[in-house]
């Protein structure tokens, strides 16, 4: 069969049941890293009678994902009429609550996760539903901007209504009636005038003390990033951290009723023990596998969840796109509903899950609440799809050798690379995972790395395509699984143009790749640095090209406007539940092309490898979780805290890691817990 084209690739709308739901046996696997196994654990499965399912079609038409960029068929933005001739007027929202509407005025950070509404009336229910979620008021202002593109997020909801701004950019706003200032009268004067009465805040944009402002697009939405002022990098240093806790999951209600075509089924000498690349390259994508798109022809099938599924997942990385804060994870097991007193019988296994923060909770200081989207499910009871795609060979060979303990799987273990406003990159290695059912002893194989696409938001919730089947190989490098960064060209914060730079980890250090952003599918664009220059020729695992010598389990690296220079965050292989950072030791501050003063034909990020980086520092030492064991599958969350990150000028950074627990998956506390905790910077 040949290799798959790109449009091989394209998202089928189907459904799947789970397909470890007749088996009954012990799944063991260990933490697969780099330089050996970390520890062992064991998933006990239980059989399960499987779904039944209403007559329906077996086909359904295919969205692509430029379709779902073009277009979100939920959504068709009013274009009101409010200003400027209500302003200053009260508006009484659905729920009851008042407010006063403001016209192009801007509220500079203090953001909630951005959103896709389509009505001013819409945006001020979403904050409504904050407050009310919350039981007290932490939502103040709705923003809405109706001539953002179609499937652009336009609602903006902030926590704070200081350093209210005059803009002209068409700003729909409503500031929340809280009793604590007066009551604007009703009026037609300016805008500017009735906020100054209930804040006495209005100004120009405001700039932290002693710096300069630039204002860009990050992701999803306008934000304010404010860079240190002067021409030296300003040493970074922790002032205080906070603990939130476990992550909380909770599953989506609802999902689509739709069964998708079986599987082909391979011939009998390819299903036997031992790597086969050809079952990742020479096969198109499962359409049983995958987050399904919700559309007009989905939107049917959909159906109610009857039960609330229990989650157990390993992993947890991701990060901030186009309005969203995504959670990806590697192995994930769902269970019947699971209580203090009662454990949960097992459902589905896959090795991928997605999920957004929707709860925000990180913001206050709270633990984060985790939501599936409707396309991850398969079932009424909560059997899921697996967030990244398998191909017709890997799952038809993981359906029947599943029971033998073999199976492939993709693992994502890095945080996500933002590509452009909506869509972000990960290099996940595809391994094959063999494990003895008598002895539980598990051998992992790295059979290459496959590039995922992810697009958020999505229909049904993020989702992600095989951009390439299998990009890296087997006998080379793990390129990209550790991470990356985005170097961002002269148009900015989610433009089109600049490079992408990939870490390659291997026994002495981290060694650095790179290509341009519209070639991360082409393996012959990569350049790799050499310690001296930049070549065509891949360096191999033997290499001492180092960007940073040390044994690393996790890496990320950042910008940081508030120091003017990079900062790399990480946890080692020496299981210490620590996390460690370094920054770059630069001789002169740096500047991206689009900050102020930055010059436009740089590549800014390719100053790491101009500098030496400074000695190592703590930055986080994780407590021993419920199972007394180490942390592991650290990352930082970037944009988490809008214009208050530290990737946008700010002072805060959300880190989280997983903590084994000891207990059955099937337990209420899970196999493991994902912790988040916040840092703040001088």
């Known amino acids: 069969m040949r290799a798959p084209l790109k449009s091989d690739i394209m998202r089928v709308l189907v459904l799947v049941v789970g397909f470890l739901h007749h088996l009954s046996y012990a799944w063991p696997h260990n933490h697969r890293n780099k330089h050996g196994y970390l520890h062992h654990h064991v998933h006990r499965i239980s059989a399960s009678s499987g779904s039944s399912f209403a007559s329906i079609p077996t086909t359904l038409p295919i969205l692509t994902k430029d379709a779902v960029q073009n277009r979100n068929p939920f959504v068709t933005r009013q274009v009101s009429s409010l200003c400027p001739d209500t302003t200053g007027t009260i508006y009484t929202s659905a729920g009851g609550k008042q407010y006063t509407i403001v016209c192009n005025i801007n509220i500079p950070g203090q953001d909630y996760p951005f959103e896709l509404v389509g009505s001013f009336d819409n945006c001020v229910t979403q904050c409504d539903s904050i407050n009310a979620e919350a039981g007290s008021n932490k939502c103040l202002a709705a923003l809405f901007i109706s001539s953002r593109e179609l499937y652009a997020n336009d609602c903006y909801l902030k926590r704070s209504i200081e350093n209210l701004t005059q803009v002209t950019r068409g700003i729909e706003g409503a500031i929340l009636i809280t009793g604590a200032e007066p009551t604007l009268p009703i009026s037609s004067a300016s805008s500017l005038t009735q906020i100054a009465r209930v804040t006495s805040t209005i100004s120009s944009p405001i700039l932290p003390p002693s710096s300069t402002a630039s ?29 939130h806790g476990p992550t909380q999951n909770q599953p989506s209600t609802q999902f689509m009723d739709w069964k998708a075509p079986a599987d082909l089924k391979l011939a009998v000498d390819l299903l036997s023990a031992g790597v086969d690349g050809n079952l990742s390259t020479g096969y198109a994508i499962s359409p049983d596998t995958g987050i399904l798109l919700l559309n007009e022809s989905t939107q049917s099938y959909l159906a109610n969840v009857t039960d609330t599924p229990h989650i157990s997942r390993d992993g947890g ?25 009662s454990n949960g019988n097992f459902l589905g296994f896959v090795s991928s899950s997605v999920a957004i923060d929707t709860g925000r909770n990180g913001l206050d200081g709270n633990a984060l609440v985790l939501e599936d989207g409707i396309g991850q499910w398969s079932d009424s009871v909560g059997r899921m ?83 390439s089947q299998k990009l890296f190989y087997q006998d080379e490098v793990e390129w990209g699984c550790i991470g990356g960064i985005r170097s961002w060209g002269p148009s900015g914060i989610g433009g089109t143009d600049g490079s992408v730079y990939l870490f390659g980890n291997v026994a002495g250090g981290l060694l650095l790749a790179r290509t341009s952003h519209d070639s991360i599918a082409d393996r012959d664009s990569y350049m790799y640095w050499t310690g001296s220059g930049w070549a065509n020729g891949m360096q191999t695992s033997n290499s001492i090209a180092y960007l940073i010598s040390g044994a690393f389990m996790d890496a990320d690296l950042f910008y940081s406007p508030r120091h003017l220079t990079f900062i790399i965050v990480y946890m080692t292989t020496y299981a210490d539940s620590t996390f460690y950072y370094r920054y770059l030791d630069a001789s002169q501050s740096i500047v991206p092309p689009f900050g102020p003063g930055g010059d436009n034909t740089s590549d800014y990020v390719e100053n790491i490898v101009k500098y030496s980086w400074s000695e190592e520092q703590v930055l986080y030492k994780a407590s021993p979780g419920l199972g007394g064991k180490y942390a592991y599958s650290g990352g930082v969350h970037q944009g988490y805290y809008g214009t208050d990150d530290i990737t946008n000028g700010g002072s805060k950074m959300l880190i989280s890691w997983t903590s084994p627990t000891g207990l059955d998956p099937s337990s209420d506390d899970s196999e493991y817990q994902i912790i988040t905790a916040e840092v703040d910077w001088a």
């Not at 796109?321 to 097991?333: C, R």
Request: net charge negative; with cysteine.
């Open 317 to 341: 990385k991701g990060g901030y796109l186009n309005g969203q804060h995504l959670f990806v994870f590697s192995d994930t097991g769902s269970y019947t509903t699971t209580t203090a007193s």
């Open 385 to 467: 799809r697996g967030f990244a795609p398998m191909t017709q060979g890997e799952q038809s060979y993981n359906l029947v050798m599943q029971g033998e303990g073999l199976r492939y799987a993709i693992w994502p273990e890095s945080s996500i690379i933002p590509l452009d406003t909506q869509n972000a990159i990960l290099y996940a290695p595809i391994v094959y995972d063999d494990v003895n059912m008598q002895t539980k002893a598990a051998v992992f194989t790295y059979t290459g790395t496959t590039l995922l696409t992810v697009t958020a938001p999505g229909p049904g919730g993020p989702f992600a395509e095989r951009t």
């Open 215 to 243: 204002h860009s697009v990050v992701l999803g939405g306008s934000i304010w990033v404010s860079y240190a002022a002067g021409s030296s990098v300003v040493t970074p240093c922790v002032v205080k951290t906070s603990l």
